[in-house]
């Protein structure tokens, strides 16, 4: 009989860090920039797949928009977590400016984040993130109990318990719901269809973010970031916008701020490093 995973609500406590929730790499010095384009910046410069820019969720290109796990604008929060060592003491001192609070998703997936629809946990044993689809809706079906492409060992890897504290967020929306109402999901823990359809892993398990030197490029390999026309809002630190005057994301506000993927000198390094493959 396969092997398989039982969800289990994890125990936890206000007092102390989370024991296996620790960053999975060593926690990176992070007295750099602290703006929202160095967050964005950070976030092109990991969710990107075989030189394009995707949603980690679904894998889609299009309407892409930026994910905060931890509310953006719960800074008061954010400082509590920080002195119980939720979140590294060397962390932003901000939640929108931290990269490992972030993530890229797409128009169909970020909304259903950020309305607690379905949690991401981090799974020790595998070394992966999966989704749980915790309000069990149809369309999150084929989503659920899959790793989504989020690799634990990059140096801007997404905080485990920054997903554990969404986690607490969703069940307390669907309270009626209960692990028991959630299939069991088997093991080892697989990634989601689209990443191994387009074989993004490579042979030591870590993902392909530039297009191998023995494989012909193509425009489609270069980084698709859409772009709408952002709306200043109060608190604006000037970091957003393109080079010339070109639209840079939209800040709203709220639970994880939709934006589309600006440009940026680091965005046309990376596509220019994408022409010629790393």
């Given at each position: 009989m396969p ?5 289990e ?7 102390s860090?989370l ?8 926690v990176?010095s992070?007295?750099?920039s ?5 967050f ?5 410069s990991?969710?990107v797949?075989?030189g ?17 796990v931890?509310p953006?604008?719960e ?7 920080q002195?119980?060592d939720?979140i ?10 931290e990269p490992?609070n ?9 909304p259903r984040?950020d ?9 020790k ?5 999966f989704?749980v ?10 989503l659920?109990?899959k790793?989504i492409?989020?690799d ?10 920054l ?5 607490e ?17 088997p ?5 989601q ?8 892993v490579?042979?030591n ?9 023995s494989e ?16 200043r809002?109060?608190g604006d630190d000037g970091?957003?916008?393109g ?13 994880g ?9 680091f965005?046309?390094a ?8 790393a």
């Amino acid at each position: 009989m396969p092997k398989t995973f039982k969800l289990e609500r994890i125990k936890w406590s206000t007092r102390s860090a989370l024991p296996g929730f620790e960053p999975r790499v060593p926690v990176p010095s992070q007295s750099g920039s602290s703006t929202t384009a160095a967050f964005y910046d950070s976030l092109y410069s990991r969710d990107v797949f075989r030189g394009i820019l995707r949603c980690v969720i679904c894998g889609g290109q299009n309407a892409l928009q930026h994910c905060y796990v931890f509310p953006e604008t719960e800074d008061e929060l954010w400082a509590e977590f920080q002195r119980i060592d939720w979140i590294p003491k060397n962390a932003k001192s901000k939640p929108r400016y931290e990269p490992r609070n972030g993530f890229i998703g797409c128009e169909n997936c970020r909304p259903r984040f950020d309305d607690y629809h379905f949690f991401i946990r981090y799974h020790k044993e595998s070394d992966k993130y999966f989704l749980v689809n915790w309000s069990q809706k149809k369309s999150l079906k084929r989503l659920h109990g899959k790793a989504i492409a989020l690799d634990p060992e990059h140096r801007s890897a997404v905080l485990p318990s920054l997903f554990l504290a969404h986690e607490e967020r969703t069940r307390g929306k669907y309270l009626t719901i209960r692990d028991n109402n959630m299939a069991p999901i088997p093991l080892p823990i697989q990634y989601q269809d689209w990443i191994v359809k387009d074989q993004l892993v490579d042979e030591n398990g870590r993902f392909q973010q530039f297009v191998p030197q023995s494989e012909p490029t193509s425009s489609s390999s270069e980084p698709q970031r859409p772009q709408k026309k952002r709306k200043r809002s109060k608190g604006d630190d000037g970091g957003h916008g393109g080079p010339g005057g070109s639209p840079g994301p939209s800040d709203r506000g709220g639970r994880g701020s939709a934006s589309g993927v600006k440009q940026s000198k680091f965005g046309r390094a990376l596509k220019d490093r994408a022409r010629i493959g790393a």
